[in-house]
């Protein structure tokens, strides 16, 4: 096997592996996304409350917020 075969074949084993990581990964974050099932203590029935819509925007633009602020930290220190 030459040198370039040799490097073409490990790029492509890298390349599996990283797929399978990101395959698992996936995997776990669908999982753990999945409802729960339905008990008699969170059941609408019961007065099990949801989120109000208002406190879940809340939610989701402290996230954003984080997330820009730490992408901007990391582009900061990588042009140190």
Request: charged share 15%; glycine share 4%; hydrophobic share 50%.
């Amino acid at each position: 096997m030459t040198l370039s075969n040799m490097r073409a074949a490990f790029s492509l084993l890298a390349l599996v592996i990283v797929a399978a990581i990101v395959l698992s990964l996936a995997k776990k974050q669908t999982a753990a996304l999945r409802p729960a099932a339905p008990d008699a203590a969170s059941s609408p029935a019961t007065g099990g409350a949801m989120p109000r819509p208002q406190d879940v925007g809340r939610q989701v633009q402290g996230n954003l917020d984080d997330a820009a602020r730490r992408a901007a930290e990391a582009a900061a220190s990588a042009t140190q």
